[in-house]
């Protein structure tokens, strides 16, 4: 399975926002620096103050840009789970920047012969059990209860999301579906029934071999999919996102 991540196209941007974020954190230090060389006078209060806000804005900043991010975590993991399950035929891209409606739940976009699978992470902890589309949480002696979440309404979201915005690029009658992804052990999914595909490192080999028996996609629509996410990756107009991986249900 072939593996791009788009994010590595915007490194650009990034490298802006690094910029940016460490000039704030340095405009800071000067004006604290100038503050504690001056006269106890109301002007050097004042620039220990924005010496003071630009500081913490800066280092906000900063560790936005540089800090642990959602959409690595989540492309690591789904890499780590899928790779050995699906050949050469498939390419899985990594957080795709793509201005969709629920951008910040499309962890990954899986292209292959079966069509595109639009991939949205969760990493629960727990026992849980879907029927249906509906989810439940395994609350001990309080038994089944209702999860506050649904992410089976995500994936189809992002679904026709993505098929949405194929079209609008130039690529229409691209089979989208979406998909949820559990790929931490702790998440334990007991399956009855779903009307949506729900991934586990469980049924991982079994989710594999069941959507590689379609062929819904032809190899040219497949490459002009990919590049249209790459090229929505080069944009200036890419969303960026920062959330944690972590949801509670």
């Known amino acids: 399975m072939l593996v791009i991540r788009p994010a590595g196209l915007a490194a650009r941007g990034q490298r802006r926002r690094l910029l940016l974020a460490l000039s704030m954190v340095a405009v800071g230090l000067l004006a604290v620096e100038l503050a504690l060389l001056s006269s106890g006078t109301i002007a050097t209060g004042w620039m220990a103050s924005a010496g003071a806000v630009g500081l913490g804005v800066g280092a906000a900043w900063l560790l ?19 790779l050995p399950a699906f050949n050469d035929d498939f390419t899985l891209v990594i957080g795709p920047l793509l201005p969709v409606r629920e951008a910040d739940r499309l962890d990954g976009l899986l292209v292959g012969p079966a069509g595109v699978r639009a991939l949205t992470v969760r990493d629960w902890e727990g026992r849980y059990r879907v029927r249906g589309r509906s989810w439940e949480f395994d609350a001990g002696r309080r038994g089944w209860i209702p999860c506050r979440t649904n992410p089976s309404f995500d994936a189809a979201r992002l679904g026709d999301g993505v098929a949405r915005w194929a079209a609008d690029a130039g ?44 062929r819904r996609l032809d190899p040219s629509t497949g490459q002009a999919f990919i590049s249209a996410v790459l090229d ?17 249900p």
């Open 171 to 214: 690529v229409p009658n691209v089979p989208v579906r979406g998909a949820v992804a559990f790929p931490m052990k702790r998440s334990r999914i007991v399956l009855e029934e779903p009307e949506d595909e729900i991934v586990t490192r469980d049924n991982t080999p079994w989710w594999a071999n069941a959507i590689g028996r379609v």
């Open 64 to 82: 936005r840009v540089v800090g642990p991010n959602r959409r690595r975590s989540a492309g690591e993991l789904l890499e780590e789970m899928l």
């Open 232 to 248: 929505a990756a080069d944009s200036p107009a890419r969303r960026s996102r920062s959330a944690p991986i972590v949801r509670i």
